[in-house]
């Protein structure tokens, strides 16, 4: 059974890699995204992930099921954070088990690279020096900021939804 979800606390890699694993197999993958101190040649000091909830838990819950059925096994695990996240916080993991290690890379790698394209996720860094910006391409509907508007993949999945900003 594959195993998803958008959390807003600490993800503990054991945990995640607990998700997954058989005596049949002969490779485990635990992957993690982890905030780093720098974007674009600029200081970071930590970011804020934002999600449409309801979608990214179908989006990544429909990302792990396609990784399972390239792999041909149910065991992966996938946890994506929202909220603040400090420097060295995981953002996202991804733990996979199998036969043998090439199905595992495989499958890790395409859930990183589906998430990347799809997931329904923001992310706001905070910089050293006070600024704060949605990082361009990443931006949340309704924020007006640099790339909110033409945005591809995800973004555009949001077309026409309501946002906090257009509530009464």
């Not at 390239?70 to 996938?78: H, K, Q, Y």
């Not at 420097?87 to 199998?98: E, L, N, P, T």
């Not at 909110?148 to 995800?154: D, F, H, V």
């Amino acid at each position: 059974m594959t195993y998803s979800a958008m959390v807003a606390d600490p993800i503990v890699p054991e945990d995640v890699l607990a998700y997954v694993g058989s005596p049949e197999d002969g490779a485990a993958i635990l992957f993690l995204g982890v905030v780093r101190d720098h974007a674009d040649g600029g200081a970071v000091s930590g970011m804020r992930y934002d999600a449409y909830q309801e979608m990214a838990e179908s989006v990544l819950a429909e990302i792990a099921e396609e990784a399972a059925t390239r792999l041909g096994t149910d065991r992966v695990a996938v946890l994506h954070r929202t909220g603040e996240l400090a420097i060295g916080d995981v953002s996202v993991a991804i733990a996979v088990s199998s036969s043998h290690r090439a199905e595992v890379y495989d499958a890790s790698r395409y859930v990183i690279e589906e998430i990347k394209k799809r997931l329904p996720v923001w992310k706001r860094e905070h910089h050293t020096d006070g600024r704060e910006e949605w990082v361009d391409g990443n931006v949340p509907p309704g924020t007006g900021g640099p790339g909110a508007a033409g945005a591809a993949g995800p973004r555009a999945a949001l077309a026409g939804v309501a946002t906090r900003e257009d509530a009464p």
